[in-house]
C-alpha cells in the first residue's frame, strides 16, 4: 500500500458519516439480505461496484487505518447514487469476532492484502490458521471466501494453509485469473487490479468454501 498521509484527526471526523458503524450490533441492516464483507477494502472501488450492482445484498467493508475510511466514506458519499446496502466498519481484523455473530456472513472478500513475505510476520497474513478459523467461525455453512493477490509467495502460502487447516475446500485455484474467462464474468476489479492487469502481472485467484 505504501506510506498513508494521514489525516489529523480522521478517526473522529468519520463519525460524521451515516454509513459508518461505530458500535456491536446484532443487526446491521433493516432488513434479511445476505451480508458479504470484504476484509482490507482499501479505497473502495471493489465494494462500491459491488453494493452498486447488487442491491438485494447487504456489503460491510473492514478497514483498520482511520485516514483510508475517511476517504473512502467521502468518496461513497459524492456519488451520484449513494448505495443504502453499503457500510463501513474501521477495525483490525483480529476483532471480527466482537462485531458480528457467528454463522451470519455469507460471503468474504479478501482482495490484495499484505502479503507479509517475512517469515516472522506470518501472523498478520489474512490467510494464516487463525484467521482462518475466524472465518469459519462467522461464515454460513457452504459459504466462500475470495482471494486476490498479485503475489505468489502469498498465493502459493495461502493453498497450503487452506489445505492443511481442513476448515475450507478449495473451489476454485488460478494462478493467472485473467486467463480463466469462466472466472472473469462477474470480476470486480479493485484499484490494484487495474493496475497490475494494465502492466500485465499475472493475478492469483482463490474461492474456497466453508467446511
Given at each position: 500500500?505504501?506510506?498513508i498521509?494521514?489525516?489529523?484527526d480522521?478517526?473522529?471526523?468519520?463519525?460524521?458519516f451515516?454509513?459508518?458503524?461505530?458500535?456491536?450490533?446484532?443487526?446491521?441492516?433493516?432488513?434479511?439480505n445476505?451480508?458479504?464483507?470484504?476484509?482490507?477494502?482499501?479505497?473502495?472501488?471493489?465494494?462500491?461496484?459491488?453494493?452498486?450492482?447488487?442491491?438485494?445484498?447487504?456489503?460491510?467493508?473492514?478497514?483498520?487505518?482511520?485516514?483510508?475510511?475517511?476517504?473512502?466514506?467521502?468518496?461513497?458519499?459524492?456519488?451520484?447514487e449513494?448505495?443504502?446496502n453499503?457500510?463501513?466498519l474501521?477495525?483490525?481484523?483480529?476483532?471480527?469476532?466482537?462485531?458480528?455473530?457467528?454463522?451470519?456472513?455469507?460471503?468474504i472478500?479478501?482482495?490484495?492484502?499484505?502479503?507479509?513475505?517475512?517469515?516472522r510476520?506470518?501472523?498478520?497474513?489474512?490467510t494464516n490458521?487463525?484467521?482462518?478459523?475466524?472465518?469459519?467461525?462467522?461464515l454460513?455453512?457452504?459459504?466462500?471466501?475470495?482471494?486476490?493477490?498479485?503475489?505468489?509467495?502469498?498465493?502459493?502460502?495461502?493453498?497450503?494453509?487452506?489445505?492443511?487447516s481442513?476448515l475450507?475446500?478449495?473451489?476454485d485455484?488460478s494462478?493467472?485469473?485473467?486467463?480463466?474467462?469462466?472466472?472473469?464474468?462477474n470480476?470486480?476489479?479493485?484499484?490494484?487490479?487495474?493496475?497490475f492487469?494494465?502492466?500485465r502481472?499475472?493475478?492469483?485467484?482463490?474461492?474456497f468454501?466453508?467446511?
Amino acid at each position: 500500500m505504501g506510506r498513508i498521509r494521514k489525516i489529523k484527526d480522521a478517526e473522529h471526523l468519520i463519525l460524521q458519516f451515516k454509513q459508518i458503524i461505530g458500535e456491536p450490533n446484532i443487526k446491521y441492516f433493516n432488513n434479511n439480505n445476505p451480508l458479504h464483507l470484504e476484509v482490507g477494502c482499501g479505497k473502495g472501488d471493489f465494494i462500491i461496484q459491488k453494493a452498486l450492482s447488487n442491491k438485494d445484498i447487504n456489503f460491510i467493508a473492514i478497514e483498520k487505518e482511520p485516514t483510508i475510511v475517511y476517504k473512502l466514506l467521502r468518496k461513497v458519499n459524492n456519488l451520484l447514487e449513494i448505495p443504502n446496502n453499503l457500510k463501513v466498519l474501521c477495525i483490525d481484523a483480529n476483532d471480527l469476532l466482537t462485531w458480528f455473530n457467528q454463522e451470519t456472513i455469507d460471503q468474504i472478500y479478501i482482495n490484495f492484502p499484505d502479503p507479509w513475505p517475512k517469515k516472522r510476520h506470518e501472523k498478520f497474513r489474512l490467510t494464516n490458521d487463525r484467521f482462518l478459523s475466524i472465518y469459519h467461525k462467522l461464515l454460513m455453512q457452504k459459504s466462500l471466501i475470495y482471494l486476490k493477490t498479485d503475489q505468489l509467495s502469498l498465493y502459493e502460502y495461502s493453498i497450503e494453509s487452506i489445505t492443511n487447516s481442513k476448515l475450507f475446500k478449495i473451489i476454485d485455484n488460478s494462478a493467472n485469473l485473467y486467463n480463466e474467462d469462466k472466472l472473469l464474468v462477474n470480476n470486480v476489479q479493485t484499484e490494484y487490479e487495474k493496475k497490475f492487469v494494465s502492466l500485465r502481472h499475472p493475478i492469483f485467484y482463490l474461492s474456497f468454501e466453508r467446511n
